[in-house]
T-cell receptor
Framework: KNEVEQSPQNLTAQEGEFITINCSYSVGISALHWLQQHPGGGIVSLFM???GKKKHGRLIATINIQEKHSSLHITASHPRDSAVYIC?????????????FGQGTRLTINP | NAGVMQNPRHLVRRRGQEARLRCSPM?????VYWYRQLPEEGLKFMVYLQKENIIDESGMPKERFSAEFPKEGPSILRIQQVVRGDSAAYFC?????????????FGPGTRLTVT
């Protein structure tokens, strides 16, 4: 069993739809990362959050540390949001954060 | 402030050759992480380094792989005698000093193809 599980694995939606991607983790952490991997392969850090909610433009991330669950929402989705979204849990070890990644959610937004 | 830089972006090696992947962290960052993404698989941790120290190499294959982060210059991930199974995207990320949870900033990756 993966320590970090994402759902769904694949998601196709129409432009304008509200998108939710879920992440559950079994490891004990105090924060979670959401990353975006573009079709070209580059990785961008979207959020790192340890409680509550963060918002950046049309992206919203929430986390419930007690329930070990996080969600990434995209409002008014657009084809340019098509990418793989990855959640990652930092395992605190030897003074650093070794990231354990979910398998990713491949999002396709059709015009 | 330039982001994390990796070079080369694409590297083709024949089986048995050596591959050297370089990573320059963001200015002011002293922690470097290397991750590997095999085709159609997720990202996996390989090694965590600080300047002149390997802190955690639990994700590194036991043979042929090594990493360093010298006092001066970029971090290097070295793969000796490459095999086809080493074909993957290799990403490095950097973060500032420890003491809390810090965002990791990723480089663009090096795509290694072994022929």
């Amino acid at each position: 069993k993966n320590e970090v599980e994402q759902s769904p694995q694949n998601l196709t939606a129409q432009e304008g739809e509200f998108i939710t991607i879920n992440c559950s983790y079994s490891v004990g952490i105090s924060a979670l990362h959401w990353l975006q991997q573009h079709p070209g392969g580059g990785i961008v850090s979207l959020f790192m959050l340890s409680s509550g909610k963060k918002k950046h433009g049309r992206l919203i991330a929430t986390i419930n540390i007690q329930e070990k669950h996080s969600s990434l929402h995209i409002t008014a989705s657009h084809p340019r949001d098509s990418a793989v979204y990855i959640c990652a849990a930092p395992l605190r070890w030897k003074g650093a954060q070794k990231l354990v990644f979910g398998q990713g959610t491949r999002l396709t937004i059709n015009p | 402030n330039a982001g994390v830089m990796q070079n080369p972006r694409h590297l083709v090696r024949r089986r048995g050759q050596e591959a050297r992947l370089r990573c320059s962290p963001m200015k002011g960052h002293s922690h470097v992480y290397w991750y590997r993404q095999l085709p159609e698989e997720g990202l996996k941790f390989m090694v965590y380094l600080q300047k002149e120290n390997i802190i955690d190499e639990s994700g590194m294959p036991k043979e042929r792989f090594s990493a360093e982060f010298p006092k001066e210059g970029p971090s290097i991930l070295r793969i000796q005698q490459v095999v086809r199974g080493d074909s993957a995207a290799y990403f490095c990320a950097s973060s500032p000093s420890s003491g809390g949870f810090y965002e990791q900033y990723f480089g663009p990756g090096t795509r290694l193809t072994v022929t």
